[in-house]
């Protein structure tokens, strides 16, 4: 199994251009999550999705922000425009038991 | 709401030694879940032990075992024979066993394994 995806590793970009982020979790998961890391605010929810229905994305920041998962083999978190409190490392994580989540190995985005 | 708090930012222990990491969390909930995720340089969140409020038995994985206390409110995390690939942020998480699904984590604690 080749855990969870996501892509890209690595993101710079200027303030106010559109960033996507993208997550494929592990085949049969029918969890998948976005937490946001930074050093001011530690990791946090920003929002989960069970059966591909989004459940709880009260920590999502501001309507800059928005994700999907249009099946159950992928997601995306999106923000446009994009600003410098932005940058951070996003993770995505996915499990069969909420208990038990299996974390991707995280975007760094940096926005300039 | 729920909080967690790891009052210790950095910690270091030789290797071989045995060191502990202090969690301490804040609920009205009854069930819950704890965890302990470790974060080595490579970013990865590894999941290191997980504790079920309702068992009184503390959690063991290998060199790995929690103290729960949960009258104080109290879950931490001792390493044994400590190893050079223990060096990692570990954050200590909660969860509730029902409802809401996401995990609340601590600030972390920074161990640094000394040869």
């Known amino acids: 199994d080749a855990g969870v995806i996501q892509s890209p590793r690595h993101e710079v970009t200027e303030m106010g251009q559109e960033v996507t982020l993208r997550c494929k979790p592990i085949s049969g998961h029918d969890y998948l999550f976005w937490y946001r890391q930074t050093m001011m605010r530690g990791l946090e929810l920003l929002i989960y999705f069970n059966n591909n229905v989004p459940i709880d994305d009260s920590g999502m920041p501001e309507d800059r922000f928005s994700a999907k998962m249009p099946n159950a083999s992928f997601s995306t978190l999106k923000i446009q425009p994009s600003e410098p409190r932005d940058s951070a490392v996003y993770f995505c994580a996915s499990t069969t038991i909420p208990y038990e989540q299996y974390f991707g190995p995280g975007t760094r985005l940096t926005v300039t | 709401a729920q909080t967690v708090t790891q009052s210790q930012p950095e910690m270091s222990v030789q290797e071989a030694e045995t060191v502990t990491l202090s969690c301490t969390y804040d609920t009205s909930e009854n069930n819950y879940y704890l965890f302990w995720y470790k974060q080595p340089p490579s970013r990865q969140m590894i999941l290191v032990i997980r504790q079920e409020a309702y068992k009184q038995q503390n959690a063991t994985e290998n060199r790995f075992s929690v103290n729960f206390q949960k009258a104080a409110k109290s879950f931490s995390l001792k390493i044994s024979d400590s190893q050079l690939g223990d060096t990692a942020m570990y954050f200590c998480?909660?969860?509730?066993?029902?409802?809401?699904?996401?995990?609340?984590f601590g600030t972390g604690t920074r161990l640094t394994v000394i040869p």
């Open positions: 998480a909660f969860m509730k066993s029902s409802g809401a699904n996401n995990l609340f």
